[in-house]
């Protein structure tokens, strides 16, 4: 059987700084991240603004290891941060004034990981 690895760099870099960050700040969240984002990617998450709207609050931060859809509608601000999005939800998520952000810069805004809610 061959060994199957990732072939992006950009997401083999990430996956490395989100276990070294793991390390130094010593918080499980962002080894749990990089151990999601290393499997498949045919089974990396994929969650919808209405998954987002029934699961959160208003200014609540929600991590999604995986792409964000534009299915559905959010009647509060929330702040996203996931490895891809979709035109829609980008759309919807700045409609109602929140905030989309990549993994990376989470990582530098919320280096303990602490307050956020991990969705897949």
Known sequence: MKLRVKTNPG???LIDDLKSKSREEGVAIWRDVARRLERPSRIHAEVNLNS???HTRGGEV?????KVLGSGTL???VTVAALYFS???RKGISEVNGRCLS?????DDNPRGTGIRLMQ
């Open 11 to 13: 997401i083999v870099k």
């Open 52 to 54: 987002i709207n029934r």
């Open 62 to 66: 929600v991590l999604v290891p995986g």
């Open 75 to 77: 009647d509060h601000p």
């Open 87 to 89: 035109k829609g939800a």
């Open 103 to 107: 993994i990376r810069d989470m990582i």
